[in-house]
């Protein structure tokens, strides 16, 4: 596509219910972050992947977050039992190696 | 570990003065820099990315500059408008991922 795309754009949940975050990265792109981004802060990396193979996680805050990309394109980042200070904008963003990072529009998670 | 660090944290100016935004990083070991801006309730726009082996680049009236053995790299935005009011961020890599700082909030006013 022409850009990285994130869907939904918002979303609104209640405690303990699970929640799936897309992201379609930009063709062609074999690298994808997700990114978290507290109001006046800089996004803080949760995790990467290269082509389908998640390369590094240590940015997840614990096991109720998890994130796939089954065939090296599309990725969906789970969170599990959702708990308000998951409340966040979730960002995502691809490159081609080393070079410069595409970031989509994000995803506003609202925990109540 | 990475860190990274954006003095000032807001700055507000009159339109047509030129600019410097600095940024930070512990790690001078780093293979690129980049800048981003982000406009309120938008993502992130990378400006400027900086190899390690350059000293600077220029984007029209932007230009920025790296300096790894102080650990610095800096923003200049030439003839300021207000269509450049926005967060500005600056990000060094940490292996594969990128360190972002707070950001330095701009506001140009005519």
């Known amino acids: 596509g022409a850009g990285v795309s994130q869907s939904p754009r918002y979303k609104v949940t209640k405690r303990g219910q699970d929640v799936a975050l897309r992201c379609d990265p930009i063709s062609g792109h074999v690298s994808l972050y997700w990114y978290r981004q507290a109001l006046g802060q800089g996004p803080e990396f949760l995790t990467y992947f290269n082509y389908e193979a998640q390369q590094d996680k240590s940015g997840l805050p614990n096991d109720r977050f998890s994130a796939e990309r089954p065939e090296g394109s599309i990725s969906t980042l789970t969170i599990q039992r959702t708990e308000q200070r998951d409340s966040a904008m979730y960002r995502c963003?691809?490159?081609?190696?080393?070079?410069?990072?595409?970031f989509g529009s994000g995803t506003q998670l609202s925990v109540l | 570990k990475q860190e990274v660090t954006q003095i000032p944290a807001a700055l507000s100016v009159p339109e047509g003065e030129n600019l410097v935004l600095n940024c930070s990083f512990t790690?001078?070991?780093?293979?690129?820099l980049q800048w981003f801006r982000q406009d309120p309730g938008k993502g992130l726009t990378s400006l400027l990315l900086i190899q390690s082996s350059q000293r600077e680049q220029t984007s029209g009236r932007l230009n920025a500059s790296l300096d790894k053995s102080s650990g610095r790299s800096t923003l200049y935005i030439a003839a300021s408008q207000p269509g450049d009011s926005a967060t500005y961020l600056c990000?060094?890599?940490?292996?594969?991922?990128?360190?972002f700082g707070a950001g330095t909030r701009l506001a140009v006013h005519p």
């Open positions: 963003a691809s490159s081609l190696e080393g070079e410069k990072l595409f």
């Open positions: 790690d001078s070991a780093i293979y690129n």
């Open positions: 990000a060094a890599p940490r292996g594969n991922k990128l360190i």
